[in-house]
């Protein structure tokens, strides 16, 4: 049996893939490089996003021929959208066999078996670990209600995994040749399990034999905490480097958003970040519903004075359910001028950040023999061939483009 996994959306949901891989995998499962030579599709669903929804199920609606064309062949549909949509689909797309919700992942080996389509669980070794990035999901769900996300609604409250197991899946990510791992969660740095705090976690999965290098996503403002803040401090094995949506720059804008945090607070937390010499990237939206042209502006200088080295802008757009998508919108035009604007501003941030790289030392962890990427979350191209997987400590001779140099 062969399976092609199709991700839609986000780097968790890339990670619930190889999850719910692993067991098909202890099933008999190998990976599939197309759904030609497949048996079993895998489509993992977004929903973040309208278009992500439709993006999915078009897909889903395009496999009828494909299943067609030989029999005994399978389709999973898993993750946020198949969560949203539920078993309602079967009736729409008769043709097919399984679907798993994002609440459902725990659950996935049971879903199989009581299916009945698949062979019985056998003792098998885990699925090789490809690359030097192991990916470990520390929690799920979601205890916030943003106003404008739908995340909340599909995937639930936040359940944190028992640390010992984090440990466990990052030794044995490591054991396969992971130099660096990522974890992840919807509100990443909200983990607790007992008295083992986000900060503590950090610092346990970097002392697991053969990992060099421990980044997370995503992070929420307001568990930017002192203690996440001296774990850093002291421990050069975290990434010099965090993505930490903001989303607004505006206080009353965030208020309305439901976000947990005033402009103030994000100005503090983001100057003690730069303190511990950590590069902030971001998310931001622009043309919330009650967006204003001064609090357009908040945006503007909180992105001056918080010199993020990258930021991903989105145009607001209202997602079903929510309760921003009942609030007066603003029209197409206003939402395309301020994009217009704040993409500018990036981009010229964004290369001021990497030419003020110039004339440091990085850590680069080489994914290449002559390329690879710096604790602060640069690529860096060296004059010399290194190992792949090692790290090599180099100082920055030119930055162009979106790209660093090494001296000779
Ligand atoms: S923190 Fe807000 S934006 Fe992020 S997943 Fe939770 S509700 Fe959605």
């Not at 899946?169 to 740095?189: D, P, W």
């Not at 900060?199 to 995503?218: H, I, K, Q, T, Y």
Request: aromatic share 8%; glycine share 6%.
């Amino acid at each position: 049996m062969k399976v092609f996994l199709q991700t839609f959306g986000c780097q968790m949901n890339l990670a619930d893939s190889e999850e719910m891989f692993a067991h098909l995998h202890a099933r008999g499962a190998q990976r599939a490089l197309s759904p030609d030579e497949a048996d079993v599709i895998l489509v993992n669903t977004c929903t973040v996003r309208e278009h992500a929804e439709h993006r999915a199920v078009s897909f889903l609606g395009r496999l009828a021929k494909w299943k067609q064309q030989k029999p005994g062949r399978r389709i999973i549909f898993a993750g946020c959208a198949a969560q949203r949509l539920g078993e309602g689909l079967k009736k729409e797309f008769p043709f097919l066999d399984l679907v798993s919700g994002a609440k459902k992942i725990d659950d996935f080996g049971r879903l199989l078996d009581a299916s009945g389509l698949f062979p019985p669980q056998q003792e098998t070794l885990p699925p090789q670990q490809e690359g030097l990035t192991g990916y470990v999901t520390i929690m799920r769900g979601c205890d916030f209600r943003c106003t404008y996300c739908i995340v909340p609604s599909v995937r639930g409250p936040v359940k944190c995994l028992p640390a010992q197991e984090i440990l466990q899946q990052t030794a044995q990510k490591a054991a396969q040749g992971a130099k660096e791992i990522m974890l992840l969660g919807q509100t990443v740095n909200a983990y607790k399990d007992g008295d083992v705090s986000f900060a503590d976690l950090l610092n346990r999965v970097s002392e697991v034999p053969g990992v060099e290098r421990v980044r997370f996503m995503s992070p929420h403002p307001a568990y930017i905490t002192p203690d996440f803040l001296a774990a850093v401090r002291h421990n050069p094995k975290i990434a010099r480097h965090i993505h930490l949506p903001i989303q607004s720059g505006s206080t009353k804008v965030l208020q309305e958003m439901k976000r947990g945090y005033t402009r103030q607070m994000l100005l503090e937390k983001l100057a003690a970040l730069q303190e511990c010499g950590i590069t902030v990237s971001t998310d931001i939206i622009v043309g919330f519903p009650t967006e204003t042209e001064q609090d357009f502006e908040d945006t503007l200088t909180l992105v001056d004075k918080a010199r993020f080295f990258a930021a991903y802008c989105f145009k607001y757009s209202p997602r079903q359910g929510t309760p921003a998508a009942q609030m007066p919108q603003l029209g197409q035009d206003v939402l395309e001028q301020r994009l217009d604007i704040l993409l500018n501003k990036v981009r010229d941030l964004s290369a001021l950040a990497y030419a003020q790289q110039v004339g440091t030392r990085q850590q680069v962890l080489m994914e290449e023999e002559n390329k690879g990427r710096s604790s602060n979350n640069f690529w860096v191209k060296t004059a010399k061939n290194y190992k792949i997987g090692s790290i090599v400590d180099v100082e920055i001779a030119r930055a162009d483009g979106t790209l660093l140099f090494a001296k000779e």
